[in-house]
């Protein structure tokens, strides 16, 4: 069973840069695609970004494309968020999800179903 654990959220001032990590219990081959979410109160969640284990193009949200950044450490295990020139509208929960897909073109927030999910790390922006 994969577990996620996310760290690294804050509170930051507008225009600052903040990364958050998560790390895999292990990749097995239930997982080939991560990605993160954010959820503010009274909003659906939103799908951020996502990664394929394999390699390949990540994939952003309009409203982070060009400030985000999605990557990935195999050696540890880990898949950060880099986020800059962060908005008062970036405050959320963020949430890491992993799962599997069998083509990786579909490795997005949209197309994938992501079977685990860790506890989320709050991230503030003011």
């Known amino acids: 069973h994969v577990q996620l654990v996310e760290s690294g959220g804050g509170t930051v001032q507008a225009g600052g840069s903040l990364r958050v990590s998560c790390g895999a219990s292990?990749?097995?081959?239930?997982?080939?695609?991560m990605g993160w979410y954010r959820q503010s109160p009274g909003k659906e969640r939103e799908g951020v970004a996502a990664?394929?284990?394999?390699?390949?193009?990540?994939y952003y949200t309009d409203s982070v494309n060009g400030r985000f950044a999605i990557s990935l450490d195999s050696a540890k295990n880990t898949v950060y968020l880099q986020m800059d020139g962060l908005k008062t509208e970036d405050t959320a929960m963020y949430y890491c999800?992993?799962?599997?897909?069998?083509?990786?073109?579909?490795?997005?927030?949209?197309?994938?179903?992501?079977?685990?999910w860790g506890q989320g790390t709050q991230v503030t922006v003011s």
């Open positions: 990664i394929y284990l394999g390699g390949g193009v990540p």
């Open positions: 292990e990749y097995t081959e239930s997982i080939n695609c």
């Open positions: 999800a992993a799962g599997r897909v069998y083509d990786p073109s579909a490795c997005t927030p949209v197309t994938t179903v992501f079977g685990y």
